[in-house]
């Protein structure tokens, strides 16, 4: 296993026959995330390091996990830190750098190093992309389900479109129950929800966070990170596709993104989850500057379920947008 700390180039690991997996989501889906934040917190983690940056590295030691990629250029402020703590555990760390400034030439210079610690050809990797292809105009497909038909709910829009920065680290597996799930998903009669909410921001470190919007007869049909890491940009080479990929790169990049599915969705309003502790926060103030529909910014912590404050602050949210409907 490969793990990555979060989405990277996966053709190539894939190309060289060796399984990418999403440390986030091996880490959120584990029996007792919890757990794992206090053996981080043991081993000298203090209490205000990010709980995504403590869930991976105790999710490393866990599944006993030897190599390492760590994107240290256009993710977490700390994951360069994590690295070097993980590499005195005896982990091999792979470093993967997006350009901040979205330079295509440094961003081919990294991808070729990334293709030489892996061994293999640009052919070997062209195939992989073709395969994997298959599988993501599936999932635009799921996405348009959600958005344009209102036949998938927000929370199946964002675990399959998570789940696709390393497809489970099985794509043949991932692509079948994705099959399936579209052809049950297609015979579903429309959802009349009110209010159509897009999600901004990192995955939510909360459970049940799309069921509590959705008991307040409102739908997220846009998940922005989540259908990111999908790489929808199938019209363009790998290269161009990680160019488009907006999370690595500076503010602008996410405000068109979000502008344009503001228009195409018709969202009433957007909810912008932030992680405490995460330098991501201070990108409230530029998507509220940027943005003209409203806002609600809603924090999170540690795994748990939603807290009886912020059910009420999304209900409020939601009966605001009702009202000016």
Same mark, same amino acid.
């Given at each position: 296993?490969?793990?990555?700390?979060?989405?990277?180039?996966?053709?190539?690991?894939?190309?060289?026959?060796?399984?990418?997996?999403?440390?986030?989501?091996?880490?959120?889906?584990?029996?007792?995330?919890?757990?794992?934040?206090?053996?981080?917190?043991?081993?000298?983690?203090?209490?205000?390091?990010?709980?995504?940056?403590?869930?991976?590295?105790?999710?490393?030691?866990?599944?006993?996990?030897?190599?390492?990629?760590?994107?240290?250029?256009?993710?977490?402020?700390?994951?360069?830190?994590?690295?070097?703590?993980?590499?005195?555990?005896?982990?091999?760390?792979?470093?993967?750098?997006?350009?901040?400034?979205?330079?295509?030439?440094?961003?081919?210079?990294?991808?070729?190093?990334?293709?030489?610690? +892996?061994?293999?050809?640009?052919?070997?990797?062209?195939?992989?992309?073709?395969?994997?292809?298959?599988?993501?105009?599936? !999932?635009?497909?799921?996405?348009? !389900?959600?958005?344009?038909?209102?036949?998938?709910?927000? +929370?199946?829009?964002?675990?399959?479109?998570?789940?696709?920065? &390393?497809?489970?680290?099985?794509?043949?597996?991932?692509?079948?129950?994705?099959?399936?799930?579209?052809?049950?998903?297609?015979?579903?009669?429309?959802?009349?929800?009110?209010?159509?909410?897009?999600?901004?921001?990192?995955?939510?470190?909360?459970?049940? +966070?799309?069921?509590?919007?959705?008991?307040?007869?409102?739908?997220?049909?846009?998940?922005?990170?989540?259908?990111?890491?999908?790489?929808? +940009? /199938?019209?363009?080479? /790998?290269?161009?596709?990680?160019?488009?990929?907006?999370?690595?790169?500076?503010?602008?990049?996410?405000?068109?993104?979000?502008?344009?599915?503001?228009?195409?969705?018709? !969202? &009433?309003? !957007?909810?912008?989850?932030?992680?405490?502790?995460?330098?991501?926060?201070?990108?409230?103030?530029?998507?509220?500057?940027?943005?003209?529909?409203?806002?609600?910014?809603?924090?999170?912590?540690?795994?748990?379920?939603?807290?009886?404050?912020?059910?009420?602050?999304?209900?409020?949210?939601?009966?605001?947008?009702?009202?000016?409907?």
């Amino acid at each position: 296993m490969i793990g990555l700390t979060t989405t990277v180039p996966v053709e190539i690991i894939y190309a060289a026959g060796l399984k990418p997996v999403d440390l986030n989501n091996l880490f959120i889906n584990s029996e007792n995330p919890g757990e794992l934040l206090r053996t981080a917190e043991a081993d000298g983690f203090s209490h205000n390091i990010c709980a995504w940056i403590k869930g991976i590295y105790a999710t490393v030691l866990l599944h006993r996990i030897e190599n390492v990629v760590a994107v240290t250029g256009g993710d977490c402020s700390n994951t360069v830190a994590l690295a070097e703590v993980l590499e005195r555990r005896g982990v091999r760390v792979i470093p993967f750098n997006y350009p901040l400034d979205r330079d295509r030439d440094a961003l081919v210079t990294e991808m070729e190093k990334f293709r030489k610690v +892996f061994s293999v050809e640009w052919s070997d990797i062209e195939a992989v992309r073709k395969r994997l292809d298959r599988i993501r105009q599936k !999932l635009v497909r799921l996405d348009e !389900l959600t958005y344009r038909e209102n036949r998938v709910s927000g +929370f199946e829009n964002h675990l399959y479109l998570v789940s696709s920065s &390393d497809f489970n680290g099985e794509p043949d597996a991932f692509e079948h129950g994705l099959e399936l799930f579209l052809a049950e998903a297609e015979k579903r009669e429309e959802s009349r929800a009110g209010i159509r909410l897009g999600y901004l921001g990192v995955p939510p470190i909360l459970n049940g +966070f799309y069921e509590v919007i959705e008991s307040f007869d409102a739908r997220v049909v846009y998940n922005e990170i989540q259908r990111q890491f999908s790489l929808p +940009f /199938l019209d363009r080479d /790998l290269v161009d596709r990680y160019l488009s990929y907006t999370y690595p790169y500076d503010i602008k990049g996410r405000v068109r993104d979000i502008e344009k599915a503001i228009q195409e969705r018709h !969202l &009433d309003g !957007l909810i912008h989850y932030t992680q405490t502790f995460c330098h991501r926060q201070i990108y409230d103030i530029v998507l509220r500057e940027a943005l003209e529909i409203p806002i609600l910014t809603l924090e999170g912590d540690r795994p748990g379920k939603v807290d009886s404050r912020t059910a009420f602050r999304i209900e409020t949210f939601v009966e605001m947008l009702r009202d000016n409907k």
